[in-house]
């Protein structure tokens, strides 16, 4: 009777473990071959023994799995002890942060600010790069992460119309910025009646587009319309331009067929257009696309995520951009001193 009331507290004790493990895992995304390691040695050492009760004395299996018993508590103590000492020390270290990135460029001009981060203030930033652009918002929203660094004020509206996250700009990092090319003309006062123009066709690239052509003279937009314009918002168009959407990919292949087009950074480089050079036209650093340092409500005052962001605005990052982005990368907080 002793041995069956020993194998049915090991079996609900690992029924229990198993839904800890479940939601920690939910709730901490720790890693899950990491955890799982914790519970094989302790839980699986007394299932087992309790198989091979059978071929055992009473009294032998009762002391094995007593041990298992005690293995698997064991086990479970110092691994929750030391997360909950990790959680606690990250927590409270008041010289760290964790910084959220999508993996590419922008991932190295961050490592750049950790540098300059922790040789001017010993701040110590922990790098986390993420695939997803909707993981660095719900990393940020639970508390995996203290900021992250990735999005546009568009895109972080729209976040937290969705989701409900309650979160603030620390401040602003670069602007990728879109341009008007043309293979007709020099510039815009050339331009003539009748002309037509081609802009991306994705809703974001299309808005933005558009508040381009508005802020170069060109078309009025419908008040109130801003990121989320399409050219049905289109008010006032003095030349009568002829605006089409296509593919933002195929905008520079487009160039010799319209008289302007309306180009992303990264398109107009890899079809070998300089913004800085070949663009009639560009955002300027006020533009709502650039990208940001973001925080939950509350943190912008803290003194580490100020640091932070004048890590991230130091020369060594700006130096850093110009060799990834030959140039192109315009420091948009330049605008916050002006």
């Known amino acids: ?80 002890f030391g997360f909950l000492l990790l959680g606690c020390h990250a927590e409270h270290d008041a010289n760290s942060l964790k910084v959220g990135t999508i993996s590419g460029p922008e991932t190295a001009l961050m490592v750049t600010a950790q540098k300059v981060a922790e040789k001017e203030y010993g701040l110590k930033l922990k790098i986390i790069p993420f695939t ?22 568009p895109y972080l509206d729209d976040a937290m119309a969705k989701r409900d996250y309650k979160m603030v700009v620390a401040g602003k990092t670069f602007i990728y910025p879109v341009g008007i090319y043309s293979q007709k003309i020099k510039q815009l006062s050339q331009l003539t009646s009748d002309s037509t123009v081609a802009i991306p066709n994705d809703p974001s690239n299309e808005a933005r587009a558009l508040l381009l052509l508005q802020s170069a003279g060109l078309i009025t937009l419908e008040a109130g319309a801003l990121t989320v314009a399409t050219v049905n918002e289109v008010v006032s168009n003095p030349k009568n331009l002829h605006i089409k959407t296509i593919d933002a990919s195929q905008l520079p292949r487009a160039l010799p067929d319209v008289d302007i ?15 800085s050079h070949d663009a009639l036209f560009l955002e300027t650093p006020e533009s709502p696309y650039a990208n940001l340092i973001v925080v939950k409500q509350g943190h912008e005052s803290d003194k580490r995520i100020k640091e932070l962001v004048s890590a991230f605005q130091s020369p060594a990052v700006i130096q850093k951009a110009n060799a990834l982005f030959k140039g192109q990368a315009i420091p948009a907080w330049i605008a916050l001193h002006q």
């Open 132 to 153: 997803d652009y909707t993981m660095p918002n719900e990393a940020l929203a639970d508390g995996s992460i203290d900021a992250n660094a990735f999005q546009t004020k």
């Open 261 to 275: 087009a309306v180009i992303t950074t990264n398109y107009a480089m890899l079809a070998g257009l300089l913004p």
């Open 1 to 80: 009777m002793e041995i069956t009331k020993i194998l049915r507290v090991l079996y609900h004790s690992c029924l229990n473990l198993r839904f800890f493990r479940t939601q920690y895992l939910k709730k901490n995304m720790i890693r899950r071959d990491r955890y799982n390691r914790l519970i094989l040695n302790g839980g699986n050492m007394g299932l087992d023994l309790c198989r091979n009760a059978s071929r055992n004395s009473q009294f032998y299996c009762k002391l094995k799995v007593q041990k298992a018993v005690l293995s698997v508590s064991m086990h479970i103590f110092f691994g929750l």
